[in-house]
Nanobody
Framework: VQLQASGGGLVQAGGSLRLSCAASKLTFDVYSLGWFRQAPGKGREFVGAINTHGETTSYADSVKGRFAVSRDNTKNTVALQMNRLKFEDTAVYYC?????????????????WGQGTEVTVSS
């Protein structure tokens, strides 16, 4: 199983970025997908998640209304659209896949993780 995240970069505060995560070697549409991030010197935190067929999403309070998770089961991809970025959104962002996830916010419910893509927001 491989999850490959991409789309990170440097952006000014107030700007937008779209992260993408491509999955291979797994039955994509049976997995819930999540995005987590880890800022320098901090632990990994939940950002957002989407259920198997995209009907349900969940977001951390810190990103609600600014970020959106979507998935395309025909292309085995999940995206994180990030708008109105803030300096505190600076982090390495990880995509993750889990089976029968009950609590999207728990990192230990996800089986597979991507390598991370770095997002830097300049103030």
């Amino acid at each position: 199983v491989q999850l490959q995240a991409s789309g990170g970069g440097l952006v000014q505060a107030g700007g937008s970025l779209r992260l993408s995560c491509a999955a291979s070697k797994l039955t994509f549409d049976v997995y819930s997908l999540g995005w987590f991030r880890q800022a320098p010197g901090k632990g990994r935190e939940f950002v957002g998640a989407i259920n198997t067929h995209g009907e349900t999403t969940s977001y951390a309070d810190s990103v609600k209304g600014r970020f959106a998770v979507s998935r395309d089961n025909t292309k085995n991809t999940v995206a994180l659209q990030m708008n109105r970025l803030k300096f505190e959104d600076t982090a390495v962002y990880y995509c993750a896949a889990g089976l029968s996830v009950r609590n999207y916010r728990r990192a230990d419910e996800y089986l597979f993780w991507g390598q991370g893509t770095e997002v830097t927001v300049s103030s």
